[in-house]
């Protein structure tokens, strides 16, 4: 087993900064798909991929970032909400590390998940109606691609990060020092 964590879970989890805060609680390196998939594309915004290319190019891009990350050591990755739709992402990422769902009450995720107009998804005629389907459709896909489920709401990041270690630890596959003690081994 590595010490790799893969953070999965909807848009407006919190993936992106509670992965960065675990990065720096772990002593790892933080690295996020949707980042790595706007650097491969010379800066442009996932919003404008969406629109130039469509949604099943962004996904041949997601799972090409997914592959380059097998076999990297050190990292807590943070994965595009629709990154566990495909079997072959499915494998990647379980590949790559040990997989959290962080999962939040869906009045949370709405809140957050629309609150900034960068999620293509969601700039829709009806955003609820989108957001409750293709919540509902993957949250079965969540569970079942995750080793361990941390639910974020109501905690802050902080405690949200603490969350994730305790399962962590709870579940025997990882052993962290207290909060400031960046050594880890699994
Ligand atoms: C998507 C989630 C987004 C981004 C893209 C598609 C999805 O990432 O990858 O807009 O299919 O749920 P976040 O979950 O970080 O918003």
Redesign the pocket.
Same mark, same amino acid.
């Given at each position: 087993m590595n010490s790799n964590i893969v953070l999965i879970g909807?848009? &407006?989890c919190g993936?992106?900064s509670i992965g960065r805060r675990l990065a720096s609680r772990i002593g790892h390196s933080f690295m996020d798909s949707?980042e790595l998939i706007i650097a491969r594309a010379g800066g442009k915004s996932?919003s404008d991929l969406?629109a130039e290319e469509g949604e099943e190019r962004?996904r041949e891009r997601?799972t090409a970032e997914l592959r380059e990350l097998v076999g990297v050591q050190g990292i807590i990755l943070?994965t595009?909400? &629709?990154a566990v739709l495909s079997q072959e992402n499915r494998d990647l990422l379980r590949s790559i590390g040990t997989v959290v769902w962080l999962h939040a009450d869906s009045e949370t995720l709405f809140e957050r998940?629309t609150r900034s107009r960068k999620?293509?998804?969601l700039e829709v005629e009806n955003p609820r109606g989108t957001f409750n389907a293709?919540l509902e459709s993957r949250i079965p896909v969540y569970e079942a691609t995750a080793e361990l489920k941390v639910h974020a709401s109501g905690l802050s990041h902080e405690q949200t990060v603490e969350e994730i270690v305790r399962a962590l630890e709870g579940s025997g596959k990882a052993s962290f020092g207290p909060s400031g003690d960046s050594a880890c081994s699994v």
């Open positions: 909807f848009m &407006g993936k992106s949707d996932i969406f962004f997601e943070a595009g909400g &629709g998940a999620r293509p998804l293709l």
